[in-house]
């Protein structure tokens, strides 16, 4: 037992309930009578945050937007601490925007601060737009930069950075101004590009001043790609001006990848093609070409695990497919080559795999693949389904695409569906009919 002295004489010292009776009281407090914590105002905050990057302490300033009341606008913010340190040390408020989450604040960080840039030291924000690493930020600095300069600018521009030092910085930025002189002249900027001299930067350029034109005149587009060898870099403008193309005239675009060889170049097209119908998935455009030949390392993993696809055609083909393919994707991909290639009816093998989601995909593949060239085969498929396969599902998804490419034939097959009246009125609406 503890003890006190007390005059000289021990005695025993007092417990924590004797200790805790003989504390005086404490005066009661009502919690809704205690004064509140003040917040900081959005216009505290901002003055703070700037206070803190103009000092250097950035990573602080970043936090103390972060962690602003959730009535506060963190977004207007950063734009407004981006803006004010930006007058008078830019080379501070590009520091800030860099050190933001990457995303949409960050690039119109990124804008604001080029734009106050600008008009105050063009010297040094190319230096340190050039400098940049990594991306998307480096990007968004970049094309701020190039989104400042007028048409008469930009040949000047884009001939002063062909003609200095190489460096990441530098080709991307032309290749950014390339693109955005061809959406503004693009006979001229395609010219120009044709001049420069053969070699990896002239290829580079050619793609990008052409995929801006695609996004405009995939027509003229298509006359300049015609020039371009055989490859990954034309394949992909194919998708490009496709994409463009049959939002604009659906007929002459799949005209067009109709009457391309049945190979790597009508795949790229037709994946064009897809995405601007809204068709989900794109063909693998970087792989080679079926049949090309390839070592064992090329190959798919074991496949003894899938009885159910160990078809003759199907082995074939796998067999010089890349390699990584999950089971998937490669009856995915089969089904698009077969369909759009030089290969057998898929239709038939589709129905001989095992029901479940990946069936269910390749019958949605198959349908999407086939329609803008065949709608009437796909019609004609359609009807040999049971029901139970999903086959309305599979009516409409055909309906809504061929309503686009030929309405009058797309109504008359669908008014001989078994398709309820209801869903075929809807779908006639949609489509305008």
Same mark, same amino acid.
């Given at each position: 037992?503890?003890?006190?002295?007390?005059?000289?004489?021990?005695?025993?010292?007092?417990?924590?309930?004797?200790?805790?009776r003989?504390?005086?009281?404490?005066?009661?407090?009502?919690?809704? !009578?205690?004064?509140?914590?003040?917040?900081? =105002?959005?216009?505290?905050?901002?003055?703070a945050?700037?206070?803190?990057?103009? =000092? @250097?302490?950035?990573?602080?300033?970043?936090?103390?937007?972060?962690?602003?009341?959730?009535?506060?606008?963190?977004?207007?913010?950063? !734009?407004?601490?981006?803006?004010?340190?930006?007058?008078?040390?830019?080379?501070?408020?590009?520091?800030?925007?860099?050190?933001?989450?990457?995303g949409?604040?960050?690039?119109?960080?990124?804008?604001?601060?080029?734009?106050?840039?600008?008009?105050?030291?063009?010297?040094? !924000?190319?230096?340190?737009?050039?400098?940049?690493?990594?991306?998307?930020?480096?990007?968004?600095?970049?094309?701020?930069?190039v989104?400042?300069?007028?048409?008469?600018?930009?040949?000047?521009?884009?001939?002063?950075?062909?003609?200095?030092?190489?460096?990441?910085?530098?080709?991307?930025?032309?290749?950014?101004?390339?693109?955005?002189?061809?959406?503004?002249?693009?006979?001229?900027?395609?010219?120009?590009?044709? @001049?420069?001299?053969?070699?990896?930067?002239q290829?580079?350029?050619?793609?990008?001043?052409l995929?801006?034109?695609a996004?405009?005149?995939?027509?003229?587009?298509?006359?300049?790609?015609?020039?371009?060898?055989?490859?990954?870099?034309?394949?992909?403008? #194919? /998708?490009?001006?496709?994409?463009?193309?049959?939002?604009?005239?659906?007929?002459?675009?799949?005209?067009?990848?109709n009457?391309?060889?049945?190979?790597?170049g009508?795949?790229?097209?037709?994946?064009?093609?897809?995405?601007?119908?809204?068709?989900?998935?794109?063909?693998?455009?970087?792989?080679? *070409?079926? @049949? =090309?030949?390839?070592?064992?390392?090329?190959?798919?993993?074991?496949?003894?695990?899938?009885?159910?696809?160990?078809?003759?055609?199907?082995?074939?083909?796998?067999?010089?497919?890349?390699?990584g393919?999950?089971?998937?994707?490669?009856?995915?991909?089969?089904?698009?080559?077969?369909?759009?290639?030089?290969?057998?009816?898929?239709?038939?093998?589709?129905?001989?795999?095992?029901?479940?989601? /990946?069936?269910?995909?390749?019958?949605?593949? #198959?349908?999407?693949?086939?329609? *803008?060239?065949?709608?009437?085969?796909?019609?004609?498929?359609?009807?040999?389904?049971?029901?139970?396969?999903?086959?309305?599902?599979?009516?409409?998804?055909?309906?809504?695409?061929? !309503?686009?490419?030929?309405?009058?034939?797309?109504e008359?097959?669908?008014?001989?569906?078994?398709?309820?009246?209801?869903?075929?009125?809807?779908?006639?609406?949609?489509?305008?009919?």
């Open positions: 037992m503890a003890v006190l002295l007390l005059g000289g004489c021990l005695a025993p010292a007092p417990g924590l309930r004797e200790l805790r003989a504390a005086p009281e404490m005066p009661r407090v009502d919690p809704a !009578l205690a004064p509140a914590v003040r917040q900081l =105002s959005e216009a505290e905050v901002q003055r945050a700037v206070a803190l990057v103009k =000092s @250097g302490r950035v990573r602080a300033a970043v936090r103390a937007i972060d962690e602003a009341e959730e009535s506060v606008s963190r977004q207007r913010l950063r !734009l407004a601490v981006t803006g004010e340190v930006a007058v008078e040390a830019p080379a501070l408020a590009g520091t800030f925007a860099l050190a933001l989450a990457p949409p604040t960050q690039q119109a960080c990124i804008e604001t601060l080029v734009r106050a840039w600008w008009p105050r030291d063009r010297v040094a !924000l190319r230096s340190w737009a050039l400098g940049l690493p990594g991306e998307p930020a480096a990007t968004a600095a970049r094309q701020a930069w989104n400042l300069l007028t048409p008469a600018d930009l040949p000047a521009f884009c001939a002063e950075l062909s003609s200095g030092s190489r460096g990441p910085g530098a080709d991307e930025t032309l290749a950014l101004a390339v693109a955005t002189w061809a959406g503004r002249a693009a006979p001229d900027a395609v010219a120009w590009v044709r @001049g420069l001299p053969a070699g990896q930067l290829g580079r350029l050619t793609s990008s001043a995929f801006a034109v996004q405009r005149e995939p027509v003229q587009a298509l006359a300049w790609v015609s020039a371009l060898p055989e490859g990954r870099e034309r394949w992909l403008l #194919y /998708t490009a001006i496709a994409q463009t193309w049959v939002a604009v005239d659906p007929t002459a675009a799949l005209a067009w990848a009457r391309l060889a049945p190979e790597a009508r795949e790229a097209a037709l994946a064009g093609i897809d995405t601007g119908f809204g068709v989900p998935g794109a063909r693998r455009l970087a792989a080679e *070409p079926v @049949g =090309s030949a390839r070592g064992s390392g090329g190959r798919l993993a074991d496949r003894r695990d899938w009885p159910e696809l160990q078809s003759p055609e199907f082995s074939a083909w796998v067999a010089v497919q890349p390699a393919m999950s089971r998937d994707e490669a009856v995915m991909e089969f089904v698009r080559q077969r369909v759009n290639g030089s290969g057998g009816d898929v239709g038939a093998w589709i129905t001989s795999l095992p029901g479940g989601p /990946t069936r269910e995909r390749a019958l949605e593949v #198959y349908v999407d693949s086939l329609m *803008p060239r065949a709608p009437a085969a796909v019609a004609e498929w359609l009807r040999t389904l049971p029901v139970a396969e999903g086959r309305d599902r599979l009516v409409e998804r055909l309906a809504q695409r061929w !309503l686009l490419l030929n309405p009058g034939a797309a008359a097959w669908l008014r001989g569906t078994n398709l309820p009246p209801e869903r075929q009125e809807w779908l006639l609406r949609q489509a305008g009919r």
